[in-house]
Nanobody, 133 residues
Framework: QVQLEESGGGLVQPGGSLRLSCKGS????????MGWFRQTPGKEREFVAA????????KYADFVKGRFAISRDNAKNMMYLQMNNLGPEDTARYYC??????????????????????????WGQGTQVTVSS
């Protein structure tokens, strides 16, 4: 059973940076595409960034605007989200997610599908990011 655990959230001032981490366990982590989503109270969870199984392909939400960088270290079963120049609008609970679909035993990274919450079967509990002065 795949389990995901996020860490690295906290309180940061506007313009500051945070690095979120996602630790995976219970599966062949490096075979799967993964992503980051975020959610604020009363709103639907929204896509932030996605990365393919090898780390060579990525997809970002438009609002990232070059501020965030997603990466992964399969040897450590880790995924990261480096967030720079944070603003109050980035305040949210951030979730990591894993897409365990492998049709025909092949992992395919489709950037159009990577933004969809329904593409991901496994989720962490989230880590809170608060941007405030």
């Amino acid at each position: 059973q795949v389990q995901l655990e996020e860490s690295g959230g906290g309180l940061v001032q506007p313009g500051g940076s945070l690095r979120l981490s996602c630790k995976g366990s219970g599966g062949t982590f490096g075979s799967y595409n993964m992503g980051w989503f975020r959610q604020t109270p009363g709103k639907e969870r929204e896509f932030v960034a996605a990365i393919n199984w090898s780390g060579t392909g990525t997809k970002y939400a438009d609002f990232v605007k070059g501020r965030f960088a997603i990466s992964r270290d399969n040897a450590k079963n880790m995924m990261y989200l480096q967030m720079n120049n944070l603003g109050p609008e980035d305040t949210a609970r951030y979730y990591c997610a894993l897409d365990s679909s492998r049709p025909g035993g092949i992992t395919i990274f489709n950037p159009l599908r990577a933004v969809e919450e329904k593409q991901y079967a496994h989720w962490g509990q989230g880590t809170q990011v608060t941007v405030s002065s």
